[in-house]
């Protein structure tokens, strides 16, 4: 089974803090994203990255910034946190791009 | 504007009874998929059906897509307590010139609850 994990389940943070969210994927896949989720927004794609050091720009992608410098690993980087990021985090990983994709259980992020 | 809306928003039934959800969508798509969401988790990948196909079942699931009406469907058959969830269908389009990259684009979801 593909298995994907993130960092943190429940994050707090200050307002301006730097924040790291990382996403870990076991089954070699290409494309990995990142998505927030807020109660009458749904899902939104904040980036995506199709290889190593590869990305692209989602939906909402302004506050934010990512890495991949490996292949299983995808980091989601918040260069100084504000209070209308707090939300839900969630990472996926899918094999190609017409696949489905596997969601990691996402991290709940509070900024005060 | 959210590429998939779902129908209803929200849903009530006992155990042992059906559930229905229906998805619509504006734009081509090369797939369409439903996922599940437990309160608080993340999503759980369920069927995927590709524009060319008509119906699809998996388990106690059945999907059906007409891509003239932009429109699908997701049929829970004996529902059980268990099902209690919400449900996102999404859709993975085409951009222009012909080329995707696999971007899903997801519904407002229908909150289902089965009551035991």
């Known amino acids: 089974d593909v298995k994907v994990t993130q960092s943190s389940r429940y994050l707090v943070k200050r307002t301006g803090e730097k924040v790291f969210l990382e996403c870990v994927q076991d089954?070699?896949?290409?494309?990995m994203f990142w998505y927030r989720q807020d109660p009458g927004l749904g899902l939104r794609l904040i980036y995506f990255s199709y290889d190593v050091k590869m990305k692209e720009k989602g939906d909402i992608p302004e506050g934010y910034s990512v890495s991949r410098e490996k292949k299983e690993r995808f980091s989601l980087i918040l260069e100084s946190a504000s209070t209308n990021q707090t939300s839900m985090y969630l990472c996926?990983?899918?094999?190609?791009?017409?696949?489905?994709?596997?969601f990691g259980p996402g991290t709940r992020l509070t900024v005060l | 504007s959210q590429q998939g809306e779902e129908d209803p928003q929200a849903l009530s039934i006992q155990e042992g009874e059906n559930a229905t959800m229906n998805c619509s969508y504006k734009t081509s798509i090369n797939n369409l998929q439903w996922y599940r969401q437990n309160s608080g988790r993340g999503l759980v990948h369920l069927i995927l059906i590709r524009s060319n196909e008509r119906e699809k079942h998996s388990g106690r699931l059945r999907v059906t897509l007409d891509t003239s009406k932009k429109s699908s469907s997701l049929l829970i058959t004996a529902s059980r307590a268990a099902d209690t969830a919400s449900y996102f269908c999404a859709t993975v389009s085409f951009l222009a010139g012909g080329t995707s990259y696999g971007k899903l684009t997801f519904g407002q979801g229908t909150i289902l609850t089965v009551h035991p």
């Open positions: 996926a990983s899918s094999l190609s791009i017409y696949n489905e994709q596997f």
């Open positions: 089954m070699d896949h290409e494309n």
